[in-house]
């Protein structure tokens, strides 16, 4: 696997220097200055998550700090992102870096171009409109947190109001289509989210579920529901998911992860070589022959809320079509297996021993691999301070998973 410099520029340039000029250039633009005094005087800019395809396109978030010309401090969260990354509606920057042209597409939060809804959401006035279509009146004070965004793709928000507790999907208006059947099919059957309001321009409002993650119940010792539990779970999936689109499979992802890992997180020539030849061989292993069954499609401990180690909530089923079981649980196994503590290894064994109960080793451990590998992705993305190590980490278990040692 060669990678040229061109593909790798926009990474340079949006995790280096170039990039305190774009978010103050965009900042002295867009961040009122009622009083006439000047521009802000930006502090830091640090990125906090960073999104990057075989192709180059890189996008970055960055929690940014600043001082009004009042001397008032200021959070503000920015997004810069270029090629296929660069959704329509976006400020664009064009220049040239070291002789080359480039083109990068910039937003402050909650303006997102792609998520129309999400400034809706932040808006009193505009969320109250939203819950009174949804029969809900608030009672009290509106609070909304932020649980996840991740730019021009999605953002989850919790929200609060009297007795009422909610959360906020919001998704490209394009996506809310399929994202409405998915909910409507697998609410029907299991203890998913319904749907209690949706708008035009991609928000889904949705009940707060009771009980907490099964990775909270894995850090708190909680009980954890069995494999033959989870196997119910997953054949309680309807049918009809199979008539919907699905996702690429494990052989795909796996070169997919090999050659954004060979962009962004590993420097030496010897470990991209190390994790293409990880990806050939996931990829020319036997897969083995499985029917096309209805499959969550990210089942992993996040997803399941759990009270007394029952299941009272599966979640994010907007990833739900048709697949191959075996997918489901090699998903799950690599999860649990990168959590790596003692509570996840007892459960991984357990699963495993489950699940090799029903599908042959050799064909259910490239699939984990494949997993592993694309979770070995995270700790650049998230730009965790000591992600090298973490990477290389999670590609050696990615190994030992393929290699069954």
């Known amino acids: 696997m060669t990678v040229t410099s061109s593909p790798r520029r926009a990474l340079d340039v949006l995790l ?3 990039a305190r000029e774009l978010v103050g250039a965009v900042l002295a633009a867009a961040v009122p200055d009622t009083e006439n005094t000047g521009t802000p005087n930006l502090r830091s800019v640090r990125p906090t998550a960073v999104t990057v ?11 940014v700090e600043l001082n009004r010309p009042d001397g008032t401090p200021v959070r503000e969260t920015l997004v810069a992102a270029t090629g296929s990354l660069v959704p329509e509606g976006a400020a664009i920057v064009s220049g040239e870096i070291g002789g080359e042209p480039m083109r990068v597409g910039l937003w402050r939060w909650p303006h997102d171009p792609a998520l129309p809804a999400l400034s809706h959401v932040v808006d009193r006035d505009r969320l109250r409109t939203v819950l009174a279509h949804a029969g809900i009146t608030p009672t009290g004070p509106i609070t909304v947190h932020v649980r996840s965004y991740r730019p021009a793709r999605r953002a989850v928000l919790a929200i609060t109001t009297g007795p009422h507790h909610l959360f906020a999907k919001v998704v490209p208006p394009a996506s809310l289509p399929d994202l409405r059947i998915r909910h409507e099919l697998v609410s029907a059957r299991l203890p998913a989210p319904t749907l209690l309001a949706t708008t035009d321009d991609g928000l889904a409002l949705m009940p707060a579920l009771p009980g907490s993650s099964a990775r909270t119940a894995l850090r708190r010792g909680h009980r954890l529901p069995d494999a033959e539990a989870l196997e119910n ?9 199979t008539t919907l689109p699905g996702q690429p499979d494990y052989r795909r992802r796996a070169r ?12 030496e020539g010897s470990d991209r070589s190390r994790v293409a030849a990880l990806a050939d061989a996931i990829t020319e292993a036997e897969p083995g022959d499985h029917p096309v069954v209805p499959v969550h499609g990210d089942f992993y401990e996040n997803q399941l809320l ?7 909530g599966l979640l994010d089923v907007d990833t739900a079509g048709p697949g191959h079981r075996i997918d489901d649980w090699a998903t799950l196994l690599a999860h649990l297996t990168v959590l790596d503590t003692p509570a996840s290894r007892d459960w991984a064994r357990s699963v495993l021993r489950h699940v090799e109960g029903r599908f042959e080793p050799k064909k259910l451990r490239p699939r984990v691999a494949s997993a ?21 980490q999670r590609i050696a278990v990615a190994e030992r998973w393929l290699t069954g040692r």
Not at 256 to 267: G, K, N, Q
């Open 16 to 18: 280096g220097d170039p």
């Open 53 to 63: 395809r075989p192709s180059g396109a890189t996008l970055v978030r960055y929690a």
């Open 233 to 241: 779970l997953l054949d309680r999936l309807p049918a009809d998911l």
């Open 256 to 267: 997919h992860y090999a050659a954004v890992l060979a962009l962004t997180a590993l420097p």
């Open 306 to 312: 759990l009270r007394s180690g029952t299941v009272t």
């Open 372 to 392: 592993v590998l694309g979770l070995a992705t995270g700790p650049f993305r998230t730009q965790r301070p000591d992600w090298a190590d973490h990477t290389r």
